[in-house]
C-alpha cells in the first residue's frame, strides 16, 4: 500500500516542503489574531505577491523580484489595515473584500504577463526554484543544526539566568534543559531524515531542503519582535484589552496597521514559497482554501480566537498537522473531501479544548 511509504525519507521531505505554506500563512495569520482580528485575504494576496515576483524576475534579479513581490503583499496588507482603523469597520468585512478583489486581480494580471500559458506565469528564476527544490549538504546540515541548537539553548539559559537576578519567575533549569534536549533531538531527527538517499534510480538526492531553513529563520525573528520588543508587548495588550492598552498611551490604530502590513508581507513570503513549489503559480490557486488551513493552523497550534494570547511557533506545530493530515490521507487514497472532514474536527477539538481550558464555556 502507498500508505508504507509514509515514513520513507523522501516523502517526510516532501512533507515538510507541503507544510511551508500552511506554516507561513499561520503565521500571517498569528499577526492579526494577537489582536482579535482576522486576516481573509492572505490566500489571494500570496497569489499576487508571487505573480508579481516571477514577472519581475524576466527582466530582473531574482532578490529585486522578491522584494517587490513582498512589497506588494505588503502594500495590499497597509491598505486593508488602514481601512479597517480609519474607518472602524470589522476586519472579517474588509479582508472578504480584499479576497474577493485580490482574486479579480490575479484573474486579470495574470494573462497579461505574457509568460506563461493561459491564467499562469513559469518560474524563469533557477535560485526562486533552490528555494524549496534545493538542498544543503550532508555535512553543511549537521553544522547548522548544532550551531542553531546551542545558540537557542544558550540563549534560553541567559535569558533565565537575568529573570532570575532581577528577581522576575523563571522555569527551573530542568524544564529549560528539557527544552533544548527536545530541539536537539528534533534536529537530529531532522538532519538524519534530509541526508538519507531519496532519490530514484542511480540519482543521488540528499540534505535538508533550504525551505526548513528559510521557515525557522521566519519563526525565530518573528519570535524576537513578538516576544522581545516594545512593539510586541503592545499587540499582546491590545488583544487582551484593547481600552487598557489604549489608556496606556498606545497608539492602537499604528499597532493593528502593522500588524496587518506584516500579515502581508509574511504571506508574500508563502506565496513565494508556493510558487517555488509548484515552478509556478495560476489563476487555479485556491486562496480561500489556504486561508481557511492558515487559520486553522494558527488555531491548532495553540493562538487564541480571542487575542491576547498565541505564539509564532503555534503555526509551525499547526501547519505541520495539517500537513500531515493532507499528505497522510492522500497517501491511503481518501478524497479532499476527507481531508477537510478531519481538519475541520481537528480544528473544532483544538478551539474546543482552547475555550474549556480559559473558562469560556458556558452551559446552554
Known sequence: ??????????????????????????????????????DLSIGYNAAVGATVALWAAYTLPWWIAIILGLATCAFFGTLFGTIITRLGLPSFVVTLAGYLGLQGVLIV?????????????????????????????????????????ALAGLFMITRDRRRRASGLVAPPLGVTLLKIAVMA????????????????????????????????????????VTGRTRFGRYIYAIGGNAEA?????????????????????????????????LNSIGTDVNGGEYVLFAVASAVIGGT????????????????????????????????????????????????????LARGRGTVR
Not at 508504507?4 to 492579526?32: K, R, T
Not at 509568460?115 to 547548522?144: F, K, Q
Open 109 to 149: 494580471l495574470l494573462p497579461h504577463t505574457g509568460h506563461g500559458a493561459g491564467g499562469s506565469i513559469s518560474n524563469p528564476s533557477n535560485i526562486i526554484d533552490d528555494l524549496t527544490a534545493g538542498n544543503l549538504s550532508p555535512a553543511a546540515g549537521w553544522v547548522v543544526m548544532v550551531v542553531l541548537v
Open 1 to 38: 500500500m502507498r500508505s508504507s511509504l509514509f515514513l520513507s525519507a523522501g516523502n517526510l521531505v516532501n512533507l515538510m516542503i507541503q507544510a511551508v505554506p500552511f506554516i507561513l500563512l499561520g503565521m500571517a495569520e498569528v499577526w492579526v489574531l494577537l489582536l482579535g482580528e482576522i
Open 245 to 277: 492598552a489604549r489608556r496606556a498611551g498606545v497608539n492602537l490604530s499604528r499597532i493593528r496597521t502593522l500588524c496587518f502590513t506584516l500579515s502581508g508581507m509574511t504571506a508574500g513570503i508563502a506565496g513565494i514559497m508556493l510558487a517555488s513549489n
Open 304 to 355: 487564541n480566537l480571542f487575542g491576547g494570547r498565541g505564539k509564532m511557533i503555534n503555526a509551525l506545530l499547526g501547519g505541520l498537522v495539517i500537513a500531515v493530515i493532507y499528505n497522510g490521507l492522500f497517501l491511503i487514497g481518501l478524497t479532499a473531501g476527507a481531508t477537510y472532514i478531519v481538519t475541520a474536527l481537528v480544528l473544532l477539538v483544538a478551539v474546543t479544548i482552547d475555550t
Open 185 to 224: 533531538i528534533a534536529g537530529i531527527l531532522v538532519v538524519i531524515v534530509g541526508n538519507t538517499n531519496r532519490g530514484a534510480g542511480f540519482a543521488t538526492l540528499r540534505g535538508v531542503p533550504w525551505a526548513v531553513l528559510i521557515v525557522l529563520g521566519v519563526l525565530v525573528l518573528y519570535t524576537v
